[in-house]
């Protein structure tokens, strides 16, 4: 390994040093909160497209769909068509009418209709929440990973990525985010591209003759081809299915990138353009994980990774050599750079735009103000996701990003749905559902085989009380349900504001542009 980590620095230097020149650019174009949130509402449709792209391709997707596929075959694919059909659930319910309510952030929606503390207050604990479980997930891989590659300490790899991070959204905001995410989408594109080639390569450029060959090449055989190697239980795979399906149109730093288009249709299009690379992506993982199947083989993969994550690099290292494994290392490296800005991003824009502008100051705020709220904000997310993660070094994170959809599918979904298509909805209602729904995924997931298990598979020994490893099958109802009790509850309904908001979402038009 050692001999190798030379090509391994300098290509991370390369990436380093890249991303550090676009935020000294992008510094320079970040001056009012606008431009610090979202670039200015400046990206074209194209940019943007890739932009999600990046901002959703995280390092689980690379390394865990590629070392899943490679270790479980077909159930392994299964994740990837969870991500993408959730693309169609952006794109047709969520685009369009978040961009033409919000400004920053998703409080920005849904105050769009009922303007008050409580509403807001709830909706940026939500999407701390979220982006905090994200992010320990993240910087736990990262630290694993960089340790693993260029042979440092967990601890120092932790610091690496989260100082970058940190300096990226201090000085660059969401245009330096934005084109790191660009920059890394396409390299990560070209990496899987060139891997998935070699890999076909192998298979005398046939796709029928690898799926017959990958019947026989595992020790699972005709099994490795069909559904139910990892997944037996049906209950807990719909569980998990709907949490990544109905998740990702309530992620936060997903919802954040359409500020970044002047108006709805870029917004549409930058998902239409997410969604084909997206696609391309997810398809090529197939070739990743058999090709891993294949010609590293599942003892290695495991020896270096139990969870199959260096399936990936190591295939980058059987078919092409040092200059291939250095090159997806360091495009690993610029994945997780990526993601973890744009969740801090997301996260400072909760506590500084939402808590402390629209609470504590209740807009009254100058563009200065709001500047140097965002930047406070951001540190504070950074430093309180670090320590977090030097902690859990020793936890079993995984299913930390599938808790994050979930909450995003149980907490902020069902407020979004009803706030666009119901005319009845209320503050009372939005709170609710909002709790609901995060409380419910929280407390169903503390008693979950995650954290209680037999001897030392999970956090805590112990029987877990539910037997679903994800929770939002029972979360997420109780998050719509949440909402329509307590609209019910409450008397109070608005629909003149409803059909402002009603019309605003649809065209983009607000009423007091006519008015005037």
Known sequence: MNGMSYTAVAFFVAIVGLTLVITWWASKRTSSASDFYTAGGGLTGWQNGLAIAGDYLSAASFLGIAGSVALFGFDGFFFSLGYLVAYLVVLYIVAEPLRNL????????????????????????????????????????????????????????????????????????????????????????????????????????????????????????????????????????????????????????????????????????????????????????????????????????????????????LLAEALGGDILFSFVCAVAFATILAVVAGLVLSGASALSHDIYGQIIKKGKVTEKEQVLAARIGSITISIISIVLALGAQTLNVAFLVSLAFCIAASANLPVIIYTIYWKRFNTTGAVTAMLTGLISALVLVAVSPNVWGPEGKAIFVGEPLIMLTNPALISVPLGFIGGWIGTLLSKETDEAKYREVDVKANTGISVQDVSH
């Open 102 to 313: 919000g400004r920053f952030t998703l409080a920005d929606m849904i105050t769009a209709r009922f303007d008050q503390a409580k509403v807001r207050g709830t909706a940026a604990l939500s999407t701390i929440t979220i982006v905090l479980f994200y992010m320990i997930a993240q910087l736990v891989g990262a630290g694993a990973l960089i340790q693993l590659l260029l042979g440092i300490d967990y601890w120092v790899a932790v610091l690496l990525v989260g100082f970058m991070m940190t300096i990226y959204v201090l000085f660059g905001g969401m245009t330096a985010t934005s084109w790191v995410q660009i920059i890394k989408a396409c390299l990560l594109m070209l990496g899987t591209v060139i891997i998935s080639f070699l890999v076909l390569q192998k298979f005398d450029f046939s796709i029928a003759k690898m799926f017959t060959d990958m019947a026989s090449a595992t020790e699972h055989g005709e099994a490795y081809l069909n559904p139910g190697l990892r997944y037996s239980q049906g209950l807990d795979t719909i569980s998990m299915m709907i949490a990544l399906v109905l998740g990702t149109a309530g992620l936060p730093h997903i919802l954040m990138r359409f500020f970044t288009v002047k108006d709805a249709q870029t917004a549409r299009s930058s998902v239409i353009w997410a969604t084909w690379i997206v696609g391309i992506f997810y398809i090529l993982t197939i070739f990743l994980g058999f090709g891993a199947a294949a010609f590293v083989g599942k003892d290695k993969i495991v020896a270096a990774n139990a969870a199959g994550n260096m399936a990936a690099p």
